[in-house]
C-alpha cells in the first residue's frame, strides 16, 4: 500500500526559529494535509493542498504540494512555545480515506 | 468546523471486559466515519471505515470480530472492543466526513479515547 515518510521524527527549536519538515511518497496522491496533535488530543488541520505546486499560508504556517505529487513540506516561521507538538502529514488518493506519515515531534531546545 | 466528540475521554478496564467507544458528529451529518489507532509515540493508524447503515470496512490485520463497529445514524457511531487484552492499550481516534465521494472531504477529527487495559 502506499507509505508516507516523513522527516525529521523530531526536532528541537529555539523560540523564533523557522523549522522545516517534509514528506515523501512512492506514489502519488491527490490531496495533502498537514494536522497538528497535541498530547491526548485528535489531530487538528492546519493545511490542505488540493492541487500539484499549490503553496498555501496559514499565518506562520506555509505547505507547498510537491508538483510531482509525491511530496509535501512544511514551514513554521519564527517559532513559538505553542508550535510545540506532532505534526502529521497526510496524504488522499481516493475514497476518502487518509494515510498519515510518521509524525514530526517538535520539542523546545532546554 | 465541524465538531466531533468521543465518550468516554479515557477509560481503564479488566482484561477480558468489553468496552464500548461513542463518536459522535455535532454539528453535521456523518456519513462515513472513521476509526484510528495510535500506540505511544506513533502515527495514526486506520482500523476501519463505517458508513452510515452498512457494514463496516475493515483495514487488513484488524480482527472485526474483536472491534465491532456500529454507525446506526448520520450521528454517531460506535466501536466496540471486545474481550480487551493489555495488547489493546492505545489511543482510539474517530474522524468524520460528510461525504464518501471519490474527491476528498474533510475528515473532522475527534479528541480521541486513552484505553488502558490492566
Redesign the interface.
Known amino acids: 500500500g502506499q507509505q508516507l515518510n516523513q522527516s525529521p521524527q523530531s526536532m528541537f527549536i529555539q523560540e523564533g526559529e523557522d523549522v522545516s519538515m517534509n514528506c515523501t511518497s512512492s506514489s502519488i496522491f ?2 495533502w494535509l498537514w ?1 497538528k496533535q497535541d498530547p ?6 492546519l493545511i ?1 493542498l ?1 492541487k500539484a505546486g499549490e503553496l498555501t499560508s496559514n499565518g506562520r504556517l506555509t505547505a507547498q504540494f510537491g508538483i510531482t505529487r509525491k511530496d509535501s513540506f512544511l514551514n513554521i516561521s519564527a517559532s513559538i512555545p505553542s508550535d510545540v507538538g506532532i505534526y ?1 502529514c497526510a496524504g ?1 488518493y ?5 494515510t ?4 514530526t ?1 517538535l520539542m523546545v531546545k532546554p | ?1 465541524a465538531v ?1 466528540s ?1 465518550h468516554p475521554s479515557w477509560v481503564i478496564c479488566k482484561s477480558g471486559t468489553s468496552v464500548k467507544i461513542e463518536c459522535r458528529s455535532l454539528d453535521f451529518q456523518a456519513t ?1 466515519m ?1 476509526w484510528y489507532r495510535q500506540f505511544p ?6 482500523m476501519a ?1 463505517s458508513n452510515e447503515g452498512s457494514k463496516a470496512t475493515y483495514e487488513q490485520g484488524v480482527e472485526k470480530d474483536k472491534f465491532l463497529i456500529n454507525h446506526a445514524s448520520l450521528t454517531l457511531s460506535t466501536l466496540t472492543v471486545t474481550s480487551a487484552h493489555p495488547e489493546d492499550s492505545s ?1 482510539y ?1 474517530c ?1 468524520a ?1 460528510d ?9 473532522f ?4 479515547t ?1 484505553l488502558t487495559v490492566l
Open positions: 491527490n490531496t494536522y491526548g488530543e485528535g489531530p487538528v488541520l490542505a488540493y502529521f488522499h481516493a475514497g476518502n480515506m487518509l498519515f506519515g510518521g509524525g515531534r | 468546523g466531533v468521543q462515513t472513521f509515540k506513533q502515527s495514526l493508524m486506520l471505515t489511543f481516534i474522524s466526513s461525504s464518501s465521494g471519490v474527491s476528498y472531504n474533510e475528515q477529527f475527534g479528541p480521541g486513552r
